[in-house]
């Protein structure tokens, strides 16, 4: 009964996990990848087959958020740092200006596509048609009154939105403000609605803030629902609910057609066509970028990058298209190759 | 008789009454937890089931030695660089010839899964004898073949409805009236790393990765946890500071997991530099959140030593320390474990710290190291149920029983433990 025995092969076990940690750790032989949650699914498909056809390592892809995947890109180079970010929104000054700040001077930025943003119902209910303004309306905190003030938003149904529209209480599902999806379509459909209103456009250029606010801020009443970041979810509850509606990105409706449908915004159907040629208005550019210095250091990121912008991944039948990304037009895939493969630096 | 105890004890019948109302309400409770917990594993268990069987469809592959060895070397450099996606067309359009037009073919040859070319080249490799021959092969049917088999596309419903057109319901019907559709124990899922197609997602590399990290862990947690305890429960003085220690490590035990993440995040690896997303870090997080449970189950587990023990120890001549390590830790031993297997299987099922240090991650290489990137089980589940694809949905049911299968095997080895070691006096 020799307690002290009993313990040592634990301890003898602790030191050398300890002393693992203390050697210096060798350089990384693997990408890197951190970013978007809607750019995960095509980064980790490219992951996936240049890890299968390659000698190279399968590259490890992190779901950050655009936001937070900049962040960690900009905090510095070397190897502790990502190698590629994903966003689903460009770049900011604030965050180039953050990167080079940190040593990071040279970015190639590839712009690999795009998504739509959906507003979506049941099946089970007949589909409807919006407009960015009846969006607007329905969903703002404060909704322009007659003569050119505000007030905070009175409508409680779709019908007192606009008279053709079904008479049911206004219920949205959506993401929350972490959400790239969520400053999507803030951006894209709020906006778009908002700016319907003459005096509102006018506002533009004298009060930004203002302008902002007013367009940008979504009703706290309890008629938009933030349903968290997994879109399967608010597919669920749509399905358990036919009276409200949920905003999603679009391969998420192409996945679910036989329980969702996808409403009609501006006489437009959300469909694979009207994204890729940008007649559906809730549409948005995916991108990535990469640390030039990291290329020489870490092997495979040019082969990544070829993978990524050949046709048969980002091209209109490329395996990426399966996951519901919307591809480029063929000058705009051309041009965007060719940038990455003679490592362009971004320019804004 | 009775009269007498009515009339001496007026409210009896009443305070029966209540007693008996009690019992049921408690036994109500528990039937409606039980209820619940059946008929969330029930729920669950049953979406699981088809997560471990597959489809595969039968094509017989015509290795042509002129297209993947046209020198006749059979250099395995030459093989390894052949196109063997074009062995598989070839054969779909063998069996269906009346298939004209791009976009049609494209839908033909998206019947088999896009790791067909990837297990002929590994078969070749293995056997380059198959060059020049004919041969039938099974291959892993896409997603939504498999969902179809399964009985989960709804074949009545109209065909902008569903993911499978009529064409493509037409070509799964001729192949398995000819019998060249199968379905097979999945035994990838045990034995592959994750994938973006749901066909091919397997969870050996979260297990792995949920391995190495709870290894870590438990090396680091268990031998600090126990001197801790050891120490605070027979050496250290009592006093203003000991109660401090007390509280302190009390409040540990009840900090949100997440806080642990970012103190991971902060320490580890901004000031450390240790490697982001590897079981290392995470195990060292982890083993942050169980050191308190650890401390607190084992100054527990020292407590209900009888004192005898310890008196009897002292009269006989020995040390402090030989009375501590000779005498009271082996006798309280069994509750440290179960102490510490409690905290694990707790560790076991958290994400929340290992956001923070990168481990919420796609992997697709099983980890062999704890310097390698990893992700853990409950991340696994997390991710695949933030996935679009349909197919995904039982996988994520079949992640969470294989993690409750864990978590419950945890929970016996700590029950089994104590009764086998626990000693009553």
Request: proline content about 5%.
């Amino acid at each position: 009964m020799n307690g002290i025995l009993k313990l040592s092969p634990l301890l003898a076990a602790s030191a050398l996990v300890l002393a693992a940690v203390s050697t210096p750790a060798h350089a990384r032989d693997q990408i890197s990848i951190v970013g978007s949650s809607t750019v995960f699914p095509f980064a980790t498909t490219v992951a996936e087959r240049f890890g299968k056809s390659t000698k190279f390592k399968t590259p490890v892809v992190e779901s950050t958020g655009s936001g937070g995947g900049l962040k960690l890109f900009c905090s510095g180079s070397g190897d502790k740092h990502p190698d590629i970010t994903n966003a689903s929104r460009r770049i900011k000054k604030s965050e180039v200006e953050k990167c080079a700040a940190n040593g990071i001077k040279d970015i190639v930025e590839v712009k690999i596509g795009y998504d739509g943003i959906v507003l979506a119902n049941s099946k089970k209910t007949a589909p409807v048609k919006l407009t960015l303004k009846d969006v607007f309306l329905a969903l703002a905190k404060d909704v322009p009154a007659a003569d050119g003030k505000t007030q905070p938003n009175p409508y409680k149904t779709w019908r007192q939105v606009n008279a053709s529209l079904p008479d049911v209480k206004i219920e949205v599902l959506g993401p929350p403000p972490t959400s790239g999806t969520r400053d999507a379509f803030v951006e894209l459909a709020m906006e778009g609605g908002c700016k319907t209103f003459k005096w509102i456009k006018a506002m533009k250029k004298t009060e930004k803030k203002a302008y902002k606010a007013l367009c940008h801020t979504i009703r706290e009443d309890g008629a938009f629902i933030e349903a968290g970041e997994n879109d399967n979810l608010i597919v669920r509850k749509l399905e358990a609910n036919p009276k409200a509606f949920g905003i999603f990105g679009f391969s998420f409706l192409d996945q679910n057609a036989d329980v969702v449908q996808g409403a009609m915004v501006n006489g437009k159907e959300p469909s694979f066509e009207n994204i890729s040629n940008g007649a559906y208005p809730v549409s948005r550019a995916l991108y990535f970028y990469v640390k030039k210095d990291q290329l020489r250091k870490v092997p495979g990121i040019e082969n990544y990058l070829a993978e990524f912008t050949s046709d048969r991944a980002w091209g209109e039948e490329g395996y990426l298209t399966e996951k519901g990304l919307i591809p480029m037009s063929v000058s705009e895939r051309k041009d965007w190759a060719s940038k990455v493969k003679s490592l362009q630096n971004l320019s804004m | 008789m009775t009269d007498i105890i009515k009339a001496s004890l007026p409210g009896l019948p009443r305070r029966h009454a209540a007693e008996r109302r009690f019992q049921l309400y408690g036994k109500l409770a528990i039937t409606m937890a039980l209820g619940f917990l059946v008929v969330m594993i029930g729920m669950i268990g049953v979406s699981s089931i088809g997560a471990f069987t597959q489809t595969q469809i039968a094509l017989s592959i015509n290795f042509d030695s002129d297209s993947l060895d046209p020198e006749g070397t059979r250099d395995p450099a030459t093989l390894a660089q052949a196109n063997y996606s074009s062995l598989e067309k070839a054969a779909l359009r063998e069996v269906f010839p009346q298939v004209k037009g791009r976009r049609d073919k494209r839908k033909l040859y998206g019947l088999v899964s896009s790791s067909a070319q990837f297990t002929l080249q590994n078969k070749v490799a293995a056997n380059p004898a198959l060059v020049g021959t004919t041969g039938k092969f099974w291959f892993v049917a896409s997603d939504d073949v498999d969902q179809l088999v399964k009985g989960n596309i709804d074949a009545s419903l109209p065909e902008t409805s569903r993911r499978m057109s009529d064409k493509e319901l037409g070509w799964v019907e001729q192949l398995r009236a000819s019998g060249d559709v199968q379905r097979v124990a999945n035994v990838s899922f045990f034995t592959s790393g994750d994938s973006r197609e749901p066909e091919l997602a397997g969870i050996l590399s979260a297990v792995m990765g949920s391995a190495l990290s709870l290894l870590v862990c438990f090396v680091l947690s268990f031998p600090i946890g126990i001197m801790a305890a050891i120490y605070l429960e027979e050496f250290a003085p009592r006093g203003r500071w000991s109660d401090l220690i007390e509280i302190n490590i009390n409040n540990l035990a009840a900090v949100p997991s997440i806080v642990f993440g970012l103190l991971g995040l902060a320490i580890l690896l901004n000031t450390f530099g240790l490697p982001r997303s590897t079981p290392l870090v995470g195990g060292m997080v982890l083993a942050l959140m169980t050191l308190p449970t650890i401390i607190i189950a084992s100054r527990a587990s020292l407590r209900a030593v009888p004192p005898s023990i310890r008196e009897a120890a002292l009269a006989i001549g020995a040390s402090e320390v030989q009375t501590a390590f000779h005498h009271i830790a082996p006798l309280a031993l069994p509750g440290m474990l179960t102490g510490a297997i409690v905290g694990m299987a707790r560790a076991l099922g958290d994400t929340a710290p290992l956001l923070m240090i990168g481990m919420v991650a796609f992997i697709v290489d099983i980890p062999a190291s704890i310097l390698e990137p990893a992700t853990a089980l409950p991340v696994q589940i997390f991710l695949w149920a933030d996935s679009p694809e349909r197919a995904f949905l039982e996988k994520t049911s079949a992640a969470i029983m294989v993690l409750l299968l864990f978590l419950v095997l945890m929970n016996l080895a700590a029950v089994l433990l104590r009764k086998k070691f626990e000693r009553r006096f």
